[in-house]
């Protein structure tokens, strides 16, 4: 096992760090505790479903706490000037530091081509500007499933190394079999070329990272050998709907505090999160191959959130896992919208509660296993919330229904350390969580406020007061609907529903979906109409108290779509509200990146008669396009049986058109290099009497085309 140098943290140090966390999280829950089950207590002692209710309260209330305190010690990090020990640290600001081969992999499903590679060509260029380009590959790793999505990145690949000279270092491989998905991508890009590289920075399709911050990377890892993975904190962009700015402004608001604390007291036994980050070759090769799971999906078979897995398999074999809140430079998007994110959601959900098979994994170390156990709350916290709401609902309707000495709200006597109190227990305990979820926003707040620098990076003081405040009512309305997104998810998982692989929209749509935010949320609204109504009537004065629950559910529908409009978050940006430092002072990398895409898009021409099956199209009629896709198709001599299936398949295609066939059929041969040859030469070749209507149609469109380049379409 590798041993990890304690020059950097003495381990009494780190206990002690570790010792302050959890016994922080421990003593305000018991506190809580005692709150709760007192108030229980008063009527006749504790019964019936109020014991269930007592457990779900301190599950509960310790997951919360955990985010309180991990907040409290940023705090204290970033008020006593950052802390000492950030991997980061151990490279000089003026230090050139040797690099070492690295590859810069971003695997893709059917995403946005000209997102896609217009990120990667910012990257190029961001890198070269740092002289440090030579040590440095990138790799597009598809697994796109529509021979449009393919085509179009076959070309963008061969126009974005011509422009940039990049043949030879930015590569280009498109998978026959998509197995395992984004974690199997990457394994068959590691088994083919992970031997060339000492290090591996991964990215999603939406992320951008700066040169400079790549090179800050890889001369950290260099500078600690014992360190196999290094995760930067990405910073949310390029949000367009009111949501996607909501999402953006707090992430970058809030989250210094969170990543401080982290960092504070997990240090060398950090997470990974699945992108931005740069990992040691070898190590992962050898020691995080993936276990499939007892069974079958959803809770068996191959893991489908592999992040978690990793790093803990990479703390299992030694090596350091370290989390580098202070790199600049790296960013990605988020869901345009509500529904969006729940979509997401449902694939995380899934893969994090297969974690619960690996919380007693032998050899995982206690605070990888803390991790994993956290990623099954996140969802998991989601029923256990809506199921104490319920219980906290039947108990009250029991003391409605069979009066007893008194109800939670009275005017009863609190005692704190021997001293009385005329304040209703309840209210104090409902104060306690309050506190517990507002006071890290609040502290966030007061922290940008008073230095003016910051405060004019988010538009101004009151413009950051005033976002922060909206902000944080509309979480408030949108926390009860993700409590039923998720509790459906877990639910779903639980009854042996699996999730499909799709591809994450990341664009917006002005005018909302009111079919899809209908469909969606009206289980959610009928919901919140029943509990309301009937908690109403039996006691308003709980309704009241219930309210903020029950009005997120009753007007989820309108919510979703309001919150789903660019135009509305476009007037937020113009007014000041909701904005971030990336937007006041963008970075060289974002500019370019959005100069870059508005010069794609306007000149993006989609022939609407053959859009279907354009790629397809210049795949078989364009020789340049033909020529590229051919080239990269691995030669393969397939059998007599097969030769004939495809020999079957070309014919139709000539004589019927693509309408006639599956995209699998399609897929098969643009698989096979000698049919698209054979279709190319073919297609040129015989009468045009003898095709089909549909390429009769291309080859006159193409002919037109021809004025101007083809590869402009792709753009």
Known sequence: MRTISTEFIEPSRLKRRRRLFFTSVFMLTSLATWFMADLLWRDDGIRGVEWPLLVLFVILFAHITIGFVTALLGFYVINRGGDSRLITRTVKPDEDVPLASTAIIMPVFNEDVSRVFEALRVIYRSLEATKKLEHFDFFILSDSTKPNQWIKEEVAWVELCKQVGGFGRIFYRKRRQQINKKAGNVADFLRRWGKNYRYMVVLDADSVMSGSALVQLVATMQKNPTVGIVQTAPRLVNGETLYARLQQFSNRLYSPLFLAGLNYWQQYDGNYWGHNAIIRVQPFIEHCALPSLPGSEPFG???????????????????????????????????????DSAKRDRRWCQGNMQHSWLLSAKGFRPVNRFHLFMGVMAYVSSPLWLFF???????????????????????STTIILGYEFRVPEALILFALTMLLLFMPKVISVITTVQNRENAESFGGRWQVTISALLETAISALLAPINMLFNSKFVLFTLLGQGVSWITQNRGSDDDGDWREAILTHAPHVIFGLVWGASSFVLWPAFFWWLSPVIAGMVFSIPLSILLSKASLGQQMLRWGLFKTPEETNPPFELKRLRTNLEECYKHMQPIEVLRGDYGLLQAVLDPYVNAVHVSLLR??????????YFLQLRVRLLREGPAEFTTKEK?????????????????????????????????????????????????
């Open 301 to 339: 078979g191959r893991i489908l959130s592999h992040d978690f897995v990793e790093a803990a398999l990479m703390r299992k074999a030694g090596w350091g896992v370290w989390l580098a809140p202070d790199i600049d430079g790296t960013y990605e998007e988020g869901p345009p919208t509500l529904i």
């Open 635 to 644: 030669q393969r001599k397939p059998s007599e049986e097969s030769r004939d």
């Open 667 to 715: 897929m098969a041969l643009m698989l096979d290099a000698e049919s698209m040859l054979w279709l190319h030469r073919e297609l040129w070749r015989v009468p045009s009497q003898s095709l089909a209507e549909w390429w009769r149609l291309a080859v006159r469109q193409y002919n037109v085309l021809t004025a101007a380049p083809i590869t402009a379409l792709y753009r």
């Open 389 to 411: 709401l319920i219980l906290s609902t039947i108990n009250v309707f029991n003391l409605v229904l069979y009066p007893s000495s008194g109800l939670f709200f009275d005017d």
